[in-house]
């Protein structure tokens, strides 16, 4: 092949597309899919830390929303993309 082929002007090209795809796209959706996994197994009794910083337990889950206890007595509900992360138990 000679150097100036048609072929050879594209590896470049695919040799960029191949390092996105390894440093960027598969991360992040590897990222999205434990997201996904994290939010589908909220239950009753999760401690959670919301987007907004708030600390709380989960009292119920009905479908795509939970109810959370912020404070003692205190309710609120909340969507469950709103959840940040799931927080261990001491």
């Not at 960029?16 to 434990?34: A, D, G, H, N, T």
């Not at 996904?36 to 600390?55: E, H, N, P, R, Y």
């Not at 007595?73 to 001491?90: E, I, T």
């Amino acid at each position: 092949m000679e150097p100036n082929s048609p072929i050879m002007q594209f590896v470049p090209f695919i040799a960029i597309l191949v390092i996105f795809y390894f440093l960027l796209i598969r991360p992040q959706q590897k990222q999205m899919k434990e997201r996904k996994l994290m939010l589908d197994g909220l239950k009753a009794g999760d401690k959670v830390l919301t987007q907004g910083g708030i600390i709380a337990s989960i009292t119920s889950v009905h479908g795509e929303e939970l109810e959370a206890e912020i404070a003692k007595g205190v309710k609120v509900a909340l969507v469950k993309n709103g959840v940040a992360s799931v927080l261990k138990s001491a």
